[in-house]
């Protein structure tokens, strides 16, 4: 991972915070052959005993899956807003360009879970994305018949994060009048492009 002072924040909590917002995720490991293999879920974090947790879910019988249950080791990625920045923003313009991005990175070991944890995660899981506690759409709404029947084709993961690094990188390092210019091609561009303005904007908050 690209690391320097300028594109780092000094404490957990924005770390943490990004993570939520940004929650679906790719998890990454090592097949049995040795070749990389990813899948992308929405996770959620808890807390235990000072110690960060990642729960989700994922289909049974997966490449992943396979690779999960032998190499407990996983990398996961979880990624915000991004855009190219063009060096014509800078002075001299003939230099290199660059990408502005969010990103966390969180190493942990994964092991999975009973059903009965599973039950409980798809609980949690409904109630936080759905935010309505009258929504038809959460688990304890389903017939009984039904979740378990889907309750079969998946299985309850969760990852002990051991170390979380980060890059928040949003022209920190450049001069207030070239992060103005960069800000202004951003928020007249595609929608890609506005909402990375809206993340450089509270990024750059942030740092003063």
């Known amino acids: 991972m690209y690391k320097t002072p300028y594109f ?9 915070a990004f993570m939520k917002e940004n929650a679906f995720a790719t998890i990454c490991g090592v097949g049995q052959d040795g070749f990389p293999v990813a899948t992308q879920i929405p ?27 032998n190499h407990q080791q996983v990398l996961v990625l979880f990624n ?6 063009s060096a014509r923003h800078y002075t001299p313009q003939n230099t290199a360009s660059t990408w502005n991005y969010s990103t966390v990175q969180a190493k942990g070991i994964i092991s999975f879970l009973d059903n009965q944890a ?7 899981l409904t109630e ?14 389903m017939q009984d018949a039904y979740v378990q029947s889907n309750m079969m084709a998946i299985e309850a993961v969760e ?11 949003w022209s920190q390092n450049k001069p ?33």
């Open 8 to 16: 780092s924040t000094g404490g957990n909590e924005e770390v943490i």
């Open 128 to 141: 936080y994305f759905e935010n309505n506690s009258l929504s038809p759409s959460l688990v304890h709404h």
């Open 80 to 85: 915000g807003p991004h855009a190219y920045i």
């Open 176 to 208: 207030v009048e070239t992060q103005d210019t960069i800000l202004q091609t951003l928020q007249q561009g595609s929608l890609h492009q506005q909402l990375a303005a809206e993340e450089m904007i509270r990024r750059l908050k942030k740092n003063k």
């Open 43 to 69: 996770l959620m974090l808890e807390f235990r005993e000072e110690k960060l947790f990642l729960q989700g879910h994922i289909m049974r019988k997966q490449s992943h899956t396979n690779a999960f249950e």
């Open 159 to 169: 990852i002990e994060v051991q170390a979380l690094e980060h890059v928040f990188k």
């Open 118 to 124: 599973l039950f409980q995660h798809l609980n949690k």
